[in-house]
């Protein structure tokens, strides 16, 4: 992937924290961290 479309996803990405967090109270962004620990913690374990 380009640098132009990094820029691209990251702007995408940031706006859509904003959004949550302007919205929502960041409650997505709150639950999808939750999520992503237990992920790790689950790969972690089959390490």
């Known amino acids: 992937m380009s640098n132009k479309g990094w820029a691209v996803f990251t702007?995408?990405?940031v706006a859509c924290i904003f959004a949550d967090l302007s919205y929502?109270?960041?409650a997505h962004s709150i639950f999808l961290l939750k999520k992503l620990s237990d992920l790790v913690e689950w790969l972690a374990f089959w390490r």
Request: glycine share 16%.
């Open 24 to 26: 929502n109270d960041g």
């Open 11 to 13: 702007c995408i990405l």
